[in-house]
């Protein structure tokens, strides 16, 4: 069993870090997160031009954050079935698949949930 360490600021810090890492790494690697950011930017400009309420504001936040989770969660799935099978597997085709179609199941809803808010304003 794991000895259990007492609180460290510093290794609170290298663990930041290691995440701001991941996610630059994501930016530099990945297509989709530019695809995501100029979706995300999209939603911010919209959201000024046409001002949206408190709750408004907070289920964009909310679906556009979890889109973002999917996809670089999505990432890091496709990431381990390639190091897990350099070579092409069935089943990791699969689970890649299915890691990519929750992304896919996520974005439309958070379209959805941008139209619901955003027509009315139009």
Do not use: Q
Request: aromatic share 8%.
């Amino acid at each position: 069993m794991k000895e259990k360490h007492s609180f460290n600021i510093l290794d609170r810090i290298k663990s930041i870090r290691y995440a701001v890492s991941g996610i630059g790494a994501f930016f530099r690697k990945e297509h989709n997160a530019w695809l995501h950011a100029v979706a995300t930017m999209a939603v911010i400009v919209l959201a000024l031009i046409y001002p949206v309420t408190v709750m408004e504001g907070c289920l964009l936040i909310i679906v556009t954050g979890l889109v973002w989770f999917a996809e670089i969660f999505n990432t890091a799935i496709e990431r381990m079935m390639d190091l897990l099978h350099p070579t092409h597997h069935p089943e990791a085709g699969r689970i890649k698949d299915l890691s990519a179609g929750a992304v896919l199941v996520l974005a439309v809803v958070a379209c959805c949930t941008g139209l619901i808010i955003f027509i009315p304003k139009l």
